[in-house]
């Protein structure tokens, strides 16, 4: 396994900048996605690092070694195709063995390096069987092995799991993320779903337009976005931004929400408030500022997406469990200062 490291890379196709001067390390052994909207340069790095695209302009490093003039072949780095599915016809194991044999990989190694993968993975009982007379969580396990089981330097997956369907998408991830760790390797990963990017990734690259957005984990960027773009993009449902004006307090949300002053940086023009960090409260006439009027309610088991209109937007709260709150009501809105997000004019994030 081996680290990837590009400096100031840019690719273009005619006038389009698919990739514009990105700089990030990965680490050996770690699991980093790429995550962004469509056509923002995701394929495009993933391909640049396989060799199947030269840059115009920058460096790659694999292993610490520049690998611009170095062939695809001759880089060893693997991608893995949209296919987690097993060769029905096939026991298990020659599932597992499948891309060794293709790569006509001696017999002794295939065997040695089969042994070791199902070991580690907890899949050696399983060999011998067809993959009928698994369950399914077997059946990802031994998928993701045959996955795995070359040993390259780095693996790179492009949407890997989006054919599936949701519950089994989830199930793959964790055993993914898991087997991952388990096998050491250098895993690349490009998603366009933001929750999968946030589960499975030890760290991520925020990517718009080809470029890098914001490079952390992915506690870090949901928790310290650098812009509103970016704090957009991650949790569902989304941040909510209000327009923020500065008057004895610095009031939002049509007057809904209002921070004292201390609290807030200089050149806040909008306010982001994550919807678990929108506290809901009935209204009471004692209280300054306006209500806000309860929009729509949807209860979703263990907590509850509550949409609240101030008259000029409307923003969303997720509440833990079931709570009492009519529809129409009058409702108080508040956020802890320390939980509020500002973004200048620009949309850049400003602190204190
Ligand atoms: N071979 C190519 N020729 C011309 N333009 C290309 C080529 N490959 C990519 N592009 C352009 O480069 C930009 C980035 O594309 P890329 O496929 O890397 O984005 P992406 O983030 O992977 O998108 P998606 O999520 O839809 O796969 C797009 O504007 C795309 O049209």
Redesign the pocket.
Known sequence: MAGISFRNVTKR??K?L??NNASFDIQPGEFFCFF??????????L?LILGLETPDEGEILIGGKPVNRVSPADRNVAMVFQNLALFPHMTAGENVRFPLVERKVPEEKIRARVEAVAAKLHISHLLHKPPAQLSGGERQRVAIARALVRDPVAYLM??PISALDARLREETRVELKRIQRDLGQTLLY?T?DQEEAMSIADRMAI?EE?EIRQIGSPTEIYDTPVSRYVARLLGAPMMNILPAVRGEALEAGDGTISLPLEAVPHGAAHLGVRPEDLKIEPWNDARPGRPATVYEVEPLGGYTVVTVDTGAEKLKALMRGQPDIRLDSAVALSCNPARAHFFNQAGEAVSL
């Not at 962004?36 to 790095?45: H, I």
Request: charged share 20%; hydrophobic share 30%; glycine share 18%.
């Open positions: 196709f005619g389009t698919a990739v962004g909207p469509p056509l923002s340069g995701k394929s495009t790095v391909k492009d949407d490009v366009h990517m080809g």
